[in-house]
């Protein structure tokens, strides 16, 4: 079997495809977007998720399905699964759409998540806030990405505007608890059709106005710090019997960890691992989910990814680097949006340091960089 079908044809569609072509692979993507990054490369099926005639056409047209959007229907994906393998299942899918059956499942697991609470009306919001305490974050159960429907309340006065900027007759939301983390990490593994399981090594992620800024892997955490993190992961993946890439979104406070929110799928925050591991994460993806020998994780030296929102910028500075690498998704510039991504590498620690003080300066990136350098160095 040699063509995968991938429902979503963004950057991670495209990435996938990247990585499936030296194993021979052929893609199709079914996606509604005129513009769609991935069909610049590979064949497109434009069709919304839940037209009846696309999903029999694309069923019949791939040995196996995927996917780039967590936010397919759970029953476009179920009518798939009953005619052609669908890696991940629709159970991890449904699971990872819904942010209260995401961390009540967390929960039942074991795995520490913040204090949450689920809001469908405005009393049940103030009684929510009485639980969770402020300051807090309101978000919508479904369809966030980018810290997109999503608001920071900082205190019980905040909760009308919130109900404003969220509420409805037919909310569908849950409070949480706003923790003071000392830093995000994330997990990003891969589960095989037989139940193997590995982990690259953990990522630390810095946000902007709540979408992904910078990933430094593998991230200066402690062995146990790293054990208890790849745990969870294993545990969640064990328990949704996931087949494929997911990313556990991890909170750091001190010696604990509490779970954010998981993706069913190839992640930003495991971008790196393109240049920066043995096996990428895009690779290891596709092996899974068509039954291949998973790849080795190990990392090869340190990296750390750059994202590119909203417009790229001049490439030069970092194609000049020795370690520099270059990702453009072909997509149009838009406000918010993610355009690409640059990765550094380097064998040392101080070594990707300079780099990224170079490239920050020369692209007047400093504010995105700074963190990272200062992680570098200890500071
Ligand atoms: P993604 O693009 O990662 O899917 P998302 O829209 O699903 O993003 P979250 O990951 O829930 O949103 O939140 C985005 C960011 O906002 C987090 O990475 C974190 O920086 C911050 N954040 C979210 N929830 C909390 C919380 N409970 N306490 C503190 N910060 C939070
Ligand atoms: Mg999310
Ligand atoms: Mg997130």
Same mark, same amino acid.
């Given at each position: 079997?040699?063509?995968?079908?991938?429902?979503?044809?963004?950057?991670?569609?495209?990435?996938?495809?990247?990585?499936?072509?030296?194993? #021979?692979?052929?893609?199709?993507? &079914?996606? !509604? $977007?005129?513009? @769609?990054? +991935? *069909?610049?490369?590979?064949?497109?099926?434009?069709?919304?998720?839940?037209?009846?005639?696309?999903?029999?056409?694309?069923?019949?047209?791939?040995?196996?399905?995927?996917?780039?959007?967590?936010?397919?229907?759970?029953?476009?994906?179920?009518?798939?699964?009953?005619?052609?393998?669908?890696?991940?299942?629709?159970?991890?899918?449904?699971?990872?759409?819904?942010?209260?059956?995401?961390?009540?499942?967390?929960?039942?697991?074991?795995?520490?998540?913040?204090?949450?609470?689920?809001?469908?009306?405005?009393?049940?919001?103030?009684?929510?806030?009485?639980?969770?305490?402020?300051?807090?974050?309101?978000?919508?159960?479904?369809?966030?990405?980018? #810290?997109?429907?999503?608001?920071? &309340?900082? !205190? $019980?006065?905040? @909760?009308? +505007? *919130?109900?404003?900027?969220?509420?409805?007759?037919?909310?569908?939301?849950?409070?949480?608890?706003?923790?003071?983390?000392?830093?995000?990490?994330?997990?990003?593994?891969?589960?095989?059709?037989?139940?193997?399981?590995?982990?690259?090594?953990?990522?630390?992620?810095?946000?902007?106005?709540?979408?992904?800024?910078?990933?430094?892997?593998?991230?200066?955490?402690?062995?146990?710090?790293?054990?208890?993190?790849?745990?969870?992961?294993?545990?969640?993946?064990?328990?949704?019997?996931?087949?494929?890439?997911?990313?556990?979104?991890?909170?750091?406070?001190?010696?604990?960890?509490?779970?954010?929110?998981?993706?069913?799928?190839?992640?930003?925050? #495991?971008?790196?691992?393109?240049?920066?591991?043995?096996?990428?994460?895009?690779?290891?993806?596709?092996?899974?989910?068509?039954?291949?020998?998973?790849?080795?994780?190990?990392?090869?030296?340190?990296?750390?990814?750059?994202?590119?929102?909203?417009?790229?910028?001049?490439?030069?500075?970092?194609?000049?680097?020795?370690?520099?690498?270059?990702?453009?998704?072909?997509?149009?510039?838009?406000?918010?949006?993610?355009?690409?991504?640059?990765?550094?590498?380097?064998?040392?620690?101080?070594?990707?340091?300079?780099?990224?003080?170079?490239?920050?300066?020369?692209?007047?990136?400093?504010?995105?960089?700074?963190?990272?350098?200062?992680?570098?160095?200890?500071?």
């Amino acid at each position: 079997p040699g063509r995968v079908g991938i429902l979503g044809g963004g950057q991670l569609a495209r990435m996938l495809a990247l990585a499936g072509a030296p194993l #021979g692979l052929r893609f199709l993507v &079914l996606d !509604s $977007a005129e513009e @769609a990054c +991935a *069909a610049q490369l590979v064949p497109q099926l434009r069709a919304d998720y839940d037209d009846a005639a696309a999903l029999a056409e694309f069923a019949a047209s791939v040995d196996v399905a995927t996917f780039d959007f967590e936010n397919v229907p759970a029953a476009a994906a179920e009518w798939l699964a009953g005619r052609i393998p669908v890696h991940p299942g629709p159970r991890a899918l449904a699971v990872a759409q819904d942010r209260l059956a995401e961390k009540s499942l967390f929960r039942e697991l074991g795995i520490p998540v913040p204090a949450f609470e689920a809001v469908d009306s405005r009393e049940a919001l103030d009684a929510a806030l009485a639980r969770v305490g402020a300051p807090a974050i309101l978000k919508t159960r479904r369809f966030g990405y980018d #810290g997109k429907g999503q608001f920071r &309340l900082r !205190s $019980a006065a905040d @909760a009308d +505007a *919130a109900w404003a900027a969220l509420g409805g007759p037919s909310a569908a939301l849950i409070l949480e608890g706003f923790v003071r983390f000392d830093r995000e990490l994330s997990v990003v593994a891969v589960r095989a059709r037989d139940g193997e399981f590995r982990a690259w090594p953990l990522s630390q992620n810095w946000h902007e106005d709540g979408i992904l800024a910078a990933t430094l892997a593998p991230a200066p955490a402690g062995a146990e710090i790293e054990a208890l993190a790849l745990g969870h992961a294993r545990r969640l993946a064990d328990a949704l019997d996931y087949v494929g890439v997911f990313a556990l979104e991890l909170f750091q406070c001190g010696d604990a960890l509490l779970a954010n929110e998981m993706a069913p799928r190839v992640h930003n925050s #495991g971008h790196w691992t393109i240049e920066g591991a043995e096996t990428s994460q895009f690779e290891n993806h596709l092996r899974a989910v068509l039954g291949l020998p998973l790849g080795d994780t190990r990392a090869r030296g340190h990296a750390c990814m750059l994202n590119w929102i909203g417009a790229l910028p001049d490439r030069q500075p970092v194609l000049a680097e020795a370690g520099g690498h270059w990702h453009d998704y072909g997509k149009s510039a838009r406000a918010g949006r993610k355009v690409g991504h640059a990765t550094l590498r380097a064998d040392d620690l101080e070594a990707l340091a300079d780099a990224l003080e170079r490239v920050g300066r020369a692209l007047g990136r400093q504010p995105q960089v700074a963190p990272v350098i200062a992680c570098l160095r200890g500071g």
